[in-house]
């Protein structure tokens, strides 16, 4: 019998899929299969661990184009994996998140917890 994975629903902040679909059409596919692969359990190769925001903080960080796309997502928050933020990377700052989305994701984290059961 083959195995059968059980995929968990993938929710999204609105703010958070409004960035997104600004995002240039084959990089939002490639940030979606990166998110299908977390919704079946696993991690993909363009998504790390966002230190200082607690454990089963995720980000995609995706060059394309000369651009950098993230796409922030927490997968231990009640049974979806919940997408808190999504932006262009404009910083000079090499690969580091900047100090103002790093604030914003952690808000949006706060507020989704107090909602969430």
Known sequence: MADIRKTRPVSWLKSALREFEKFPDEAQVRCLTALT?????????????LHGLGSGVLEIALPFEGDAYRVVYAVQLGSDIWVVHAFQKKS???AKTPQREIDLIRDRLKRLKELLP
């Open 92 to 94: 000079t700052q090499g």
């Open 37 to 49: 692969i977390a919704a079946e359990g696993g991690k993909a190769d363009i998504a790390k661990p």
